[in-house]
């Protein structure tokens, strides 16, 4: 995948912090920023009788959305600043709406970029991931640290369980695996099976990453009882991973399989930044 434009997702509240990473990101890349200023409020309340829509709720709605708009010419000074090329788009929606606004513009993009500041707005990150992720078929990198994601990682932990999910996530992710020093295809608990891992799990993946030029290790790990995410989380400090791909699951059926449990608590509680596409 060649990144060309960058979605980043931006809360009104807070956003100097995801902005910041944002340049250095598209700068890295030499990507175009579309920067996504969002705002959210509650649905329409009814007033007396129930006849009509609250004044109060109409004129909060309506200060919500002149602070936007301000907050939005803030972050147009702020880019106009800078050599990145951009434009700015805001949305105002309520909470069960944000997820198709955010949807739509990710259509548009190679990569929807979620900085730490949004990362820690658990409405807004769940409304991210429900509508760019689950609704789109741009894949999302999720940083939860003030650090610059685009930069060349020295190893990458991708999450391998042989689904379709993880095969999207590693080809989606091709431009960062092929510039790491190291790629650690992880398998937890793997059993070796034709319809599945195959005899030699990893080893399948690992020969179409290496002929993509990936220098690829393969690890098994046995999980001894624990969590999934438990254990991803700690190989990936064991082998110093600036990064972790994995594929992403919302398919209740799918709660079931090795991974599929995993996504919402890889969200919770990552260190590194996390690549995920569905």
């Not at 709406?97 to 500041?117: N, S």
């Not at 793997?190 to 690829?216: I, M």
Request: glycine content about 6%.
């Amino acid at each position: 995948m060649t990144i060309k434009t960058i979605l980043s997702v931006l809360g009104v509240n807070h956003f100097h912090e995801d902005l910041k990473g944002a340049i250095d990101f598209c700068e890295t890349h030499g990507a175009h920023l579309t920067a996504l200023l969002v705002s959210m409020g509650m649905p329409a309340t009814l007033g007396a009788y129930e006849a009509a829509v609250s004044t109060v709720w109409i004129e909060e709605r309506q200060r919500k959305i002149d602070a936007l708009a301000k907050k939005a010419e803030e972050l147009r000074a702020i880019l106009g600043r800078s050599e990145t090329s951009f434009d700015v788009q805001e949305v105002y929606a309520e909470f069960a709406f944000a997820d198709e606004d955010i949807a739509e513009r990710a259509l548009y993009a190679d990569l929807v970029l979620v900085g730490p500041q949004a990362a820690r707005d658990e409405e807004l990150q769940m409304r991210v991931v429900n509508g760019a992720l689950f609704q789109s078929p741009a894949p999302m990198l999720i940083n939860p640290k003030r650090i610059n994601a685009g930069l060349a990682p020295k190893a990458i932990l991708l999450a391998w369980d042989s689904s379709d999910e993880a095969a999207r996530a590693a080809r989606q992710s091709m431009e960062f695996l092929q510039s790491a020093g190291k790629v650690h295809v992880t398998l937890v608990d793997p059993v070796a099976s034709r319809s599945a891992n195959g005899e030699e799990p990893g080893a399948d993946v690992a020969t179409f990453l290496s002929r993509h030029g990936v220098k690829v290790d393969v690890d098994c790990i046995t999980s001894g009882g624990r969590r999934v995410d438990e254990v991803l989380r700690q190989h990936a400090m064991d082998v110093d991973a600036d990064m972790i791909v994995m594929g992403a699951y919302n398919h209740p059926r799918l709660q079931q399989r090795l991974f599929g449990g995993v996504t919402r608590s890889m969200l919770k509680d990552v260190q590194v930044p996390l690549f995920l596409a569905h």
